[in-house]
């Protein structure tokens, strides 16, 4: 079943547009940038995690299937871990997903992202 996509609220909205964004140099063939729970208000990055897992979507990452939430272009998406124990948030654009680099011919040649995915 398809879940419809819910808007982020006013506050979440806020949130990502005004938190340091960092890019991730560690995957440059993945390009995408996190929040770390540590850096920013515990309340929100909780809130937006919630969110996430709640109005998104399944999908793949080689073997690992995870939960992304699409928004402006751009998909969020943790680990998986319980809630308590999730540390970061990732994001990238949607033209950047793995489903869609794979529908498009231009997944990365090497392997380190399949082995961190598994």
């Not at 309340?43 to 995870?66: K, M």
Request: hydrophobic letters at 40%; one cysteine or more; charged letters at 25%.
């Amino acid at each position: 079943m398809m879940r419809v996509s819910v808007a982020l609220p006013i506050a979440l909205r806020a949130f990502i547009e005004s938190a340091q964004w960092t890019f991730a140099k560690t995957m440059p063939e993945w390009p995408h940038e996190y929040l770390l729970r540590d850096r920013v208000d515990r309340a929100l990055f909780e809130a937006l995690v919630c969110h996430i897992r709640h109005h998104g979507i399944e999908q793949r990452f080689y073997q690992r299937v995870l939960t992304y939430f699409a928004e402006d272009g751009l998909l969020y998406w943790t680990m998986g871990e319980p809630i308590e124990e999730t540390i970061i948030i990732n994001r990238c654009k949607e033209e950047g997903s793995y489903e869609n680099r794979l529908k498009n011919g231009t997944l990365p040649h090497n392997n380190q992202a399949q082995m961190i995915s598994e």
